[in-house]
């Protein structure tokens, strides 16, 4: 049976050279390219210039600042009205509302939310990313002052603030002192230290919680005002009045000039209880009650159960956290405290980054290692693997030289971005390594096989190199918070990718060039080499003469004294036989490593060429039933496709362990303060028995019934991950309040990746919209019951739990004719009385203390209390009771009323079970079940939280992802097909991806978490990389085109680029393992991109090698002699 094909298979493939094959191989291309014939002639300008940028590389190493995750701007401006004594009712209507109507017009605005609380308004308003947050500040403020003239007369001047939704402290301390009080400790942190750190670089400020602050409190009898005829207002306004400051002028007087002014700021208590508050008869502030000045707590600190006060340091947005946070601790390390003062490091944050940022250079060097194992495995001899090995450092160093240029900072992101790098760079190294060795092995020399192996596959390296840029650079300037993320990945892969391409022409050609070929040493080699002694002592008599061992004999004079270590000075007469001992050792060890080597290495080819033989024999069969072949991977694809993409959640970031878990108490309204401590301290007790803990930080907020509990975990090695932590924590919390079910604990997990996590557990966030309050409050109670039946549900909370009652006082309209009072003074009494108004301020010592008026707290004992207080009425020139006037009417009321875009909002906390879907893929779930139920679509929605939350950005990636991955695709197209010279070649060379997408998908699934931005960074490289084996494979089969039939063609060159193909595959691949495998700080990110690098770049090798060729095959047939149609048949051999 004839055929044209090899009867062999791989009997065309010669290990060594023969002079015929030799010249038929080289007859198939004899051009040399000039770019690689110049660097290989002017090989000291491609060493200096490789060396110059590598060394550009080392120094912006060094210097870049080191962060957890790329810098997000995002333009967040707050407003901010205080009202003080009014309702969340009075506050949202009066002053949120109109606030909201006015600012949505703004260009740019994203979102609006607000919160209406007791005397506060905050609305926060997001813009687009595109816009500066100062301008944006400008237009919230000229808008604000629009309306402010029908905003209530009582309210004090609304602040407009530029807000960084990232500005969180980065280091919270707490300080205490023995036999000092909390007061003392205050002002010494205030006076003292905190000046001193405000000073160091990066520290934009510093928050202050549980100083105990001092204020002068002016207590008024409501019988002597009575008496008097006063009421209450006039006692704060004849204290504010008579703190005045204003400048009177100045007299010229010859040459003098003398300037005048009042200022009657009060300085002592005496000078406050003789303010005058009625001139005409003189009366004073001490005729109408007593002043006294008292500490008043804000709120109550304790570090692992000791009173503290805390000092949480926020950092700038131009700074990285980890310089700042090294700052931090270097001050305090050299600041000299007070004998008796004390501190601890309470939350650190900088700890879990810098264990991130190691974890990630730690897994950047496993990879190396790694990959220069392949490289050894593949190309046997130790200068020629070196020199392919070498690419990575150098390549690798075009990631920081851009980082640097850009602002970037070393973080997860982007030294992701140089661990992918690692096996990509010296894919080209390997194509162009393994070519020039296939030329030597046919005798030809050295120099000549560097510029015709290098020049024949010049083409094609850069093609897949293009093809790969073509992917990387476009879509790092899609812009928003995703494409924030794409960039510092794309561009710093795309530095390394480019780069690699130069080096590997231009540079690696001249290492092969230049580099002398290392013998092929044996174990027997090694065996001889124990008789080298008498030879390396030659070497050692004679190298220390020479100018290189004079120059390392001056370095170590210098060294020794410099370094005072004499017992060294002993062994200078001895240089010559330590030079020879050295040159002994090295040739015993780098025998040893090429025998070994190449033991491994001629172990590994027989392997390759068995599989190689055995794939070359398969293909026959692939070609001849290509329709097959095609229609199976075409039925994988869709198949893949229409049962699991549905199936895949996409979620934005991986949940991580951030090295932090949160404990929250929630008591109900009203319960005093010592009662909540009470609870509080047996949480800390519990907390400080576990090993996994190393601080507790505690703050407890004074009046308000709330606490929160800061838990800093020792380092995850020694621990479990915080998913199981939480439910474990919120077991052994619950027996405490056996007796207070009314509470609310909440243990909540701090990782990086927020809410929409990927690998499920921790807590999910869901937030409804109505634009009716009275329906969102009937429907929320409802909503959470049902929400309680999923499965997957732990605790089940709303932002609705907790009414208050409140007793609003209703006037009688009736009762206030012809008394001359007006409502308003009726309310402004009542809360001077009740809670007390802020009069001036009092200065004393440097330090400004409030000043304010109320009524003496033992007078007061309720609401009947209130009603007997009496006003005076000017127009009957008598005192009247409150009672008479009107009473108090008890209402229900939320504590505040949240809205987001101009809807009333209320939220449902869930805490998930370890083994719960990802947040998002939660969310859908309970949505799809309240609208079964009749909950939601009638008047009340679900809300994605805003444009920046978890949640929407989740949704917005998988509506790019297709985009996305649609437009790389395009580009890739675009880019071969220039390089082809062809708009048909093209599709051949872009089957693998959709092929890998098969392998990714098919990944993803298995490992579970579903798609996320990591997961769309590996794809979108998955197009290139792909993409790369299939252009080296059709280059090789357009040379033989036209010199043998096609399927000649096809099997010749599959069998000439299965070892390269195997070998940049595995590269790739096994950057993956050290990625999915990692288990230390913020490895969560990197397993992501590995899981999908290892599912796509498998299949799609796998199914390049039979695709390819048959799609080739199947459609070119025609356009060839037509003897390649006898060709494909399948030998009997």
Do not use: C
């Not at 931090?328 to 405290?337: D, H, S, Y």
């Not at 390296?461 to 650079?473: F, G, H, M, Q, T």
């Not at 069998?1055 to 913020?1082: D, E, W, Y």
């Not at 695709?1107 to 060709?1127: G, I, N």
Request: glycine content about 8%.
């Amino acid at each position: 049976m004839s055929s044209d094909l090899p009867t062999k298979p791989g009997s065309n493939l010669p290990e060594k050279a023969t002079g015929g094959l030799a010249q038929l191989e080289t007859k198939l291309f004899q051009k040399v390219n000039p770019l690689v014939k110049f660097s290989v002639t002017r090989y000291v300008l491609a060493v200096a210039i490789f060396l110059g940028i590598f060394a550009f590389g080392v120094v912006s190493t060094v210097t870049l600042g080191v962060d957890l995750m790329p810098e997000l701007n995002i333009p967040v401006v707050l407003v901010r009205v205080n009202y003080t004594g009014a309702t969340p009712d009075v506050i949202n209507q009066e002053i949120t509302e109109p606030i909201e109507n006015q600012v949505t017009s703004i260009e740019g605005v994203q979102d609006i939310d607000s919160t209406s609380s007791t005397g506060v308004s905050r609305v926060r308003i997001s813009f687009d990313q595109s816009t500066d947050k100062n301008v944006d500040a400008n237009y919230v403020s000229a808008a604000v002052s629009r309306i402010l003239p029908t905003l209530p007369t009582g309210i004090q001047a609304p602040m407009v603030l530029t807000f960084d939704p990232n500005s969180q402290p980065i280091i919270q301390f707490g300080v205490w002192a023995d036999g000092v009080g909390m007061g003392g400790v205050g002002d010494y942190i205030q006076n003292q230290l905190t000046p001193q750190l405000e000073r160091i670089p990066g520290v934009a400020n510093i928050q202050i919680d549980g100083l105990v602050t001092r204020q002068i409190q002016v207590l008024l009898d409501p019988s002597r005002l009575a008496l008097y005829d006063l009421n209450p207002q006039a006692v704060t306004a004849a204290i504010a009045a008579d703190e005045v400051n204003l400048p009177i002028g100045s007299l010229s007087l010859g040459k003098d000039t003398l300037t005048f002014a009042t200022n009657t700021q009060p300085v002592n208590l005496s000078q406050i209880r003789q303010t005058l508050v009625d001139s005409n008869r003189g009366i004073t502030v001490a005729d109408l009650g007593t002043v006294r000045e008292m500490p008043v707590p804000t709120d109550y600190v304790r570090i692992n159960g000791h009173p503290a006060i805390l000092l949480s340091i926020l950092k700038t947005t131009d700074s990285n956290t980890v310089s700042v946070g090294d700052g931090v601790r270097k001050a305090m390390a050299t600041i000299n405290l007070p004998t008796g003062y004390h501190f601890a490091y309470s939350n650190d944050t900088t700890g879990p980054i810098r264990a991130s940022v190691d974890q990630a250079f730690q897994e950047l060097i496993n990879t190396t290692i790694v990959v220069a194992i392949i490289v050894l495995l593949f190309l046997g001899r130790l200068n020629t693997a070196f020199s392919v090995i070498l690419a990575i450092p150098i390549a690798i160093s075009a990631g920081p030289v851009l980082f640097a240029l850009a602002g970037f900072t070393f973080n997860l992101v982007s030294i992701l971005a140089l661990i992918v790098a690692i096996g990509i760079v010296v894919d080209d190294s390997i194509v162009i390594a393994e070519n020039v060795e296939r030329y030597q092995r046919m005798g030809i020399p050295i120099r000549e096989a560097v510029l015709r192996g290098a020049s024949e596959v010049f083409s094609a390296v850069v093609a897949a190199s293009l093809s790969l840029l073509a992917v990387l650079i476009p879509v790092s300037f899609i812009g928003g918070v995703i494409g924030r993320y794409l960039m510092q990945f794309s561009l710093g892969l795309s530095a390394a990718v480019l780069f690699s391409l130069l080096e590997a022409l231009l540079f690696l050609t001249v290492r092969l060039a230049y580099t002398p070929m290392a013998k092929d040493y044996d174990w027997v080699d090694f065996l001889h080499s124990f008789t080298w002694l008498r030879k390396s002592l030659r070497w050692g008599w004679k190298a220390w003469r020479s100018g290189f061992g004079i120059l390392l004999l001056v370095v170590g004079v210098i060294v020794i004294l410099v370094t005072k270590t004499w017992l060294a000075a002993v062994l200078i007469p001895f240089y010559p036989l330590i030079l020879a001992l050295i040159h002994y050792l090295v040739y015993i060890l780098l025998t040893l490593a090429q025998a070994l080597t190449m033991t491994l290495h001629n172990a590994t080819e027989a392997i390759v060429s068995w599989v190689r033989d055995r794939y070359v024999h398969g293909l026959k069969g692939v070609l001849k039933f290509n329709g097959l072949v095609l229609l199976g991977a075409l039925a994988l694809f869709v198949g893949t496709v229409v049962f699991l993409v549905p199936k895949i959640p996409f979620n934005f970031q991986p949940a991580s362990d951030g090295g932090l878990m949160y404990v929250s108490l929630h008591m109900p309204p009203g319960t005093s303060d010592d009662i909540e401590n009470e609870y509080v301290g047996k949480i800390e007790q519990v907390l400080l028995k576990k090993k996994e803990v190393k601080t507790v930080q505690t703050l407890i907020y004074a009046g308000q019934a709330d606490a929160d509990l800061t838990v800093q975990l020792v380092s995850i090695q020694q621990r479990k991950n915080v998913f199981e932590l939480a439910p474990e924590w919120r077991k052994d919390l619950e027996p405490i309040f056996a007796k207070q079910p009314s509470a609310r604990l909440f243990v909540n997990t701090a990782r990086y990746g927020g809410n929409a996590g990927g690998f499920g557990g921790g807590t999910a966030e869901i937030t409804f919209t109505s634009a009716d309050f009275g329906l969102l409050k009937k429907t929320i109670p409802l909503i959470r019951k049902e929400v309680e039946k999923n499965p997957y549900a732990v605790d089940v909370t709303t932002s609705l739990d907790y009414m208050t009652f409140q007793r609003n006082f209703m006037p009688n309209q009736t009762a206030l004719k012809g008394t001359g009072i007006t409502t308003q003074q009726i309310a402004l009494a009542l809360e001077t009385y009740a809670t007390g108004i802020q009069a001036s301020n009092l200065v004393k010592g440097g330090l400004s203390y409030p000043v304010y008026v109320m009524a003496n707290p033992i007078l007061l004992h309720g609401a009947q209390s209130l009603l007997d207080l009496q006003v005076y009425s000017p127009t009957l020139q008598t005192n009247l009771s409150m009672r008479q006037l009107g009473s108090f009417v008890l209402t229900e009321s939320p504590l505040s009323i949240t809205r987001h875009d101009r809807q009333y909002s209320a939220t449902v906390d869930i805490d998930l079970k370890p083994n719960a879907p990802p947040a998002l893929a939660f969310q859908n779930m309970v949505q799809a079940d309240l609208i079964k139920a009749g909950l939601v679509g009638q008047g009340v929605d679900v809300s994605n939280g805003g444009a920046f939350s978890p949640q929407a950005l989740a949704a917005q990636l998988g509506t790019l992802l297709p985009m996305i991955f649609g437009l790389a695709l395009f580009l890739v197209y675009l880019v071969m097909a220039s390089q082809f010279n062809s708009w048909k070649y093209p599709i051949y060379l872009l089957m693998p991806v959709p092929l890998a997408l098969i392998g990714a998908l098919i990944a993803v699934y298995l490992f579970g978490g579903g798609m996320d931005l990591f997961a769309m960074l590996g794809l979108l490289m998955l197009i290139g990389l792909s993409a790369k084996n299939a252009i080296i494979y059709l280059e090789f089969v357009m040379e033989r085109i036209g010199k043998m039939p096609l399927a000649q063609a096809l099997i010749e060159a599959a069998g000439l680029r299965f070892r390269p193909i195997i070998m940049t595959t595995l590269t790739v691949l096994m950057i993956s393992f050290p990625l999915m495998f990692a288990a230390g700080q913020g490895a969560e990110f990197g397993q992501k991109v590995g899981v999908v690098m290892l599912g796509g770049v498998l299949t799609s090798a796998i199914l390049t090698f039979f695709v390819v060729p048959a799609a080739f095959y199947r459609f070119e047939r025609k356009h060839t002699s037509a003897k390649d149609l006898q060709a494909v048949t399948v030998s009997t051999e």
